[in-house]
């Protein structure tokens, strides 16, 4: 009896000594998805169609929201944030690398993303970028913001389409080179139309619509990431915010973030 309590008690200690097997390769924790508690300084009507009927929702920012509360923005359903990089190919956005941080640190998953400058040849902003946003495991795919502006004091001016869909096709293959990610291309209804942007196979957009469903704003089209709001109300935040919804359910958005990994 003495001897079978010996080699039992021994069998134990070996078990509980020996290594644990490692977890699956690209295994990521769940993410838990917290439900919008939102303002809007202006409110839509939304109808049927509401962005509440997307249970997945986040922001997008840059120096003008000023110092984020990252942990009471994520407690109140900031679930993923955009935070301006760059622009064109000498500006860094100055809350860049605090907003970086800080959001991870606060649980929230985000990502970059670069403001296009429609006077400044494609590569020479795509190595700007990729010189200023760190190359991280579990970040969001990098984003590419085009659109006019024609407030711009040296550049705003319009180009030929073919010149729009090659310059964004340089971008984009140079970031998903760098980051091994598919990026995202940010875009507005009247770029998109002008641009005809439907024409670009294989890009997962972010489409930005405030009085409507994108469905009605860009028909036909599959979007990533709806921008419903320019004028969002976020606990955390100081002032304005841009509100965005995620295209798929809870699961799906867990089996995009784990994608990342």
Avoid at 24 to 43: L, Q, R, S
Avoid at 53 to 64: A, L, N, P
Avoid at 90 to 106: G, T
Avoid at 211 to 217: I, K, V, Y
């Amino acid at each position: 009896m003495i001897r079978t309590i010996l080699l039992l008690s021994l069998a134990l200690t070996l078990a509980a000594c020996a290594p644990r097997p490692p977890a699956p390769k690209g295994a990521a924790p769940a993410f838990h998805v917290t439900a919008p508690d939102f303002g809007d300084a202006h409110p839509v009507d939304w109808g049927a169609e509401s962005p509440r009927s997307h249970s997945v929702h986040g922001i997008d920012t840059s120096v003008w929201q000023g110092e984020i509360d990252w942990p009471t923005a994520r407690a109140h359903g900031v679930n993923f944030a955009f935070l301006k990089a760059t622009e064109g190919g000498d500006r860094v956005d100055p809350a860049f690398a605090r907003n970086w941080a800080e959001a991870a640190a606060a649980g929230v998953p985000r990502g970059a993303y670069h403001f296009f400058y429609h006077c400044r040849p494609a590569i020479e902003q795509a190595r700007w970028f990729i010189a200023h946003v760190p190359r991280r495991s579990g970040a969001l795919p990098p984003v590419l913001d085009m659109e006019w502006n024609p407030h711009s004091p040296t550049c705003s001016g319009k180009r030929p389409v073919a010149e729009v869909h090659a310059e964004a096709r340089i971008f984009l293959n140079a970031v998903e080179a760098h980051y091994g990610q598919r990026p995202i291309l940010y875009t507005t209804v009247d770029f998109y139309e002008e641009n005809r942007l439907w024409e670009m196979e294989g890009v997962d957009f972010w489409l930005r619509s405030t009085a409507a469903h994108p469905s009605d704003r860009y028909p036909g089209q599959h979007w990533l990431i709806w921008q419903y709001s320019g004028t969002g109300l976020v606990p955390g935040i100081k002032g304005k915010v841009d509100l965005n919804a995620f295209a798929g359910d809870r699961r799906a958005f867990a089996a995009w973030l784990a994608a990342q990994n």
